[in-house]
C-alpha cells in the first residue's frame, strides 16, 4: 500500500444482483454507483465481472458458482506471449479435455493425465491455448445444454483470452503481403499477430462483421480498455448461452469440390498435370479474396493480371496458412474417390491457419496426415499430434532441448 493520498483503484466490479459498479481501492476502501441500464440478459449466465486496476485481466463469474479468468490487451501490447508455446486443440481435442474434467470415465488414463499437465501449464503460463470462432461455433451446436456449458467452460477457462484470428483475415494479409512484394512495396506492410488478445480478432469484416466501436473522444488507453472489456464479456456470454445455436446455412463449397474431384478422378493425366488443374481451381475460389485486396491497396488491373498468370501460384506456395491449405488441398483432391464434406471446409480453413502459426496442434487422424504432408513439403517445423499424451511429451521435450544460440 502506498502512503495516504497515493490510494489507487486496484479492483472494479459490475455486479448483475446489485446492479452496481464498485470501485475498490488499494485501502480497501469501496465506492458503489448504480448502473443506469441493465448490462446482462435475462438469459445471460454471467453475474459479476470483476476487472483489475490495470485493466489487464478481467474474471467472470457465472450463475452456476464459476469462474473466467481472461487476460486482456493494454496499451503495451496485444500479443503478450512472453516466450509461452502456442497449441492449438481441434474441437474434439477440447472435448476431450472438457470430458477429463466432467467425465472421465470416457477419455482413457493417458488422456486425463495429458488434459491436466495441459491445463497445469496454463496455469503457470507457460503455454497458450486458443480459442477460435470455430470453436464457438462447434460449442454452440451441441445439443445437450449441461455438456454444451461444460465444453464452453473449459474451452474459456483454458484459452484465458487468448484467440486465433481470422483465417480469413489471416489469408488475406498474406494476399497483401504477396501484392505487395510483387509491387516492390514493403514500407506498408504490416500483418497482425495471429494468436492475439486483440479485440475483435475471432471475426473478421471479411465475414461481414462490425466490432464494437467506444464512444468518441476517449484517450486511446481508455478506448482499448472498453473495447477489450467489452469484447472479453460478450465472447464469454455468447460461448455461455444457454440456447443452442442452429446448423446455419450450409453453402455449395463441399459440393462444388466434389464435381471437381469426380471430375480430376476421370481425367487421364499425371499428378503434375492434376496438381496444374488444382492450382486454377484454387485460384478460381480465392480469385475474390484477391482482387478485394488488390483494389483496397489500389493495385492497377495490369499489375494484378500479371500476378495472377505469373506469379500468383508461386507467391501462394510461400505464404504461410494459405501455402499449407494449398498443400492439403492438392492431397484431397488427388486422393481418387474422396468424399468431400461441409465440415471439411472448416477443418481445412481453421487447422492450416493453425498449424502454419502455432507451435503443436492436436487434432483427428486424417486432418493430421494431411496437415504433416503439406507441413513437410513446405519445410515447417510445426508439429501435429493426433493424442493429448503425445504434444505433452513434445512440449516437455522442447523444453529438455538447450537453447540455441
Known sequence: MGAKGTEQIVLLTIDRETETVVFTRSDGKEARFPLERPLFQEASALTKLHVSGAFDVMVAETTYGDAISFELPTAAGAEPLQDRLVVYLDQNKWSEVANSLYAPEKVSTDSRSAAARL?????????????????????????????????????????????????????????????????????????????????????????????????AGLPPEQALALTALTNASASIDTMLDAERVGPGVEGNWAAHNQRFSD??????????????????????????????VAHAMQMSPAQFDTWIRQNATKDITSLPSLGLFREVFHTRHLNRATTWRINDCTDMMYLSCAAAYADFVVCERHMRQHLSHGLRRMKSGTQVFRHLHEVVDAIEKRWAQPERP
Open 119 to 215: 491445463i497445469q501449464l496454463v496455469r503457470e503460463r507457460r503455454i497458450v491455448l486458443p480459442a477460435s470462432a470455430g470453436h464457438y461455433a462447434e460449442t454452440g451446436k451441441r445439443f445437450s445444454t449441461e455438456k454444451r456449458y461444460q465444453l464452453a467452460l473449459t474451452i474459456l477457462q483454458q484459452s484465458r483470452g487468448w484467440q486465433m484470428r481470422d483465417p480469413l483475415e489471416v489469408r488475406q494479409q498474406e494476399i497483401l503481403s504477396a501484392l505487395l512484394r510483387h509491387s516492390g512495396d514493403l514500407s506498408s506492410e504490416r500483418a497482425s499477430a495471429v494468436f492475439t488478445l486483440a479485440p475483435d480478432s475471432l471475426y473478421s469484416a471479411a465475414r461481414g462483421y462490425q466490432g464494437y466501436v467506444p464512444p
Open 263 to 292: 471430375w480430376l478422378d476421370g481425367e487421364p493425366r499425371d499428378t503434375q498435370q492434376k496438381r496444374k488443374s488444382i492450382d486454377a481451381f484454387l485460384l478460381s475460389d480465392i480469385g475474390r479474396e484477391a482482387t478485394r
